[in-house]
């Protein structure tokens, strides 16, 4: 944006206010290195680290070893310095020719100052805003990966992703570690007389009750259909056994929107040191299986 302006003989430089080198115009000549020169330029150690944000100055130019003089401003909402300078015997030779040149360089740098700013302004808010939309999709993108649009609990592949970690730290400091599988009773005849959006609310309304009796450190996931995983770090048999009646009786007396209660089949299964997840899953699928020929409720 900078090198499209007509500056004549001015220069402009746009700086950070540490001094790191970020633009010029014109360009710097040929084999002159422009971010080296300009970071111990006179204005940061005489003006701006003074806590002066904008004034004139009168140095020699890094690039040709010339005097020049100029103005800086630091804009107040960025950490950016402004320069617009120019040789010193130029300025004097035009002030020669015209006693107000002074006047209107001045007020040409604040108006330039006010262009570039917006300039800067407008770049540095429309990428913010391409950042802060990126931001946005990878967390949508991320949530979905990983969660059941349906009732919002972590789906299968979080589960077992988060199953390997679990089981390795489990084999680390020799902790108990169970996994409950869920069944909703009958579920397919739910669907078949009241409709899908019913069987729906009450998928939702399952995985809220079933959530409300879990841990912080529980993980509670629908690995499809009407089947539910609930992991409990840190749980032996008993426990986890005394978890599932609690939440077996808790869903056999709350009534569901428009259907009344249902009840729901749980298998339990401790992890055993060295054993897969799949075969993990597969002795909690056999105790639920157990669960439904036993009368199911159980």
């Known amino acids: 944006a900078l090198q499209k302006l007509n500056l004549e003989h001015t220069a402009i430089t746009l700086l950070l206010q540490d001094g790191t080198f970020l633009a010029r115009a014109p360009m710097q000549p040929q084999g002159k290195n422009t971010a080296e020169l300009f970071n111990n330029h006179p204005i940061f150690s005489d003006y701006i680290t003074q806590g002066v944000t904008a004034g004139s100055y009168e140095a020699l130019s890094p690039l040709d070893g010339k005097t020049d003089i100029g103005f800086f401003h630091v804009l ?86 988060f199953a390997e970690k679990e089981m390795a730290r489990a084999e680390r400091y020799k902790e108990d570690l169970s996994m409950l599988m869920f069944d909703l009773d009958h579920f397919k005849t739910i669907n078949d007389t009241w409709g899908h959006p019913i069987g729906d609310q009450v998928l939702k309304k399952t995985a809220e009750l079933i959530k409300s009796f879990t841990r912080k450190a529980d993980v509670l996931g629908r690995i499809g259909g009407e089947e539910f995983m609930l992991l409990l770090p840190q749980t032996d048999l008993p426990a986890a056994a005394a978890a599932a009646e609690k939440i077996r009786q808790e869903l056999a007396t709350t009534p569901m929107p428009d259907i009344g209660t249902i009840t729901v089949s749980i298998g339990v299964a401790v992890y055993k040191t060295g054993e897969s997840f799949l075969h993990w899953y597969n002795r909690a699928d056999n105790a639920l299986y157990r669960a439904k020929t036993a009368g199911r409720n159980c």
Not at 112 to 137: D, K, M
Not at 151 to 160: A, D, K, Q, S
């Open 76 to 161: 107040t909402n960025y950490p950016l310095v402004l320069m617009a300078s120019m040789p010193k015997a130029t300025a004097m030779a035009r002030s020669k020719a015209q006693s107000q040149e002074a006047y209107f360089f001045a007020g040409g740098f604040s108006l330039l100052v006010l262009i570039v700013s917006a300039l800067v302004w407008w770049q540095l808010r429309h990428q913010f805003t391409i950042a802060a939309q990126l931001r946005l999709q990878h967390h949508q993108l991320e949530y979905l990966s990983y969660h059941d649009q349906l009732t919002g609990l972590y789906n299968r592949y979080f589960i077992e992703e």
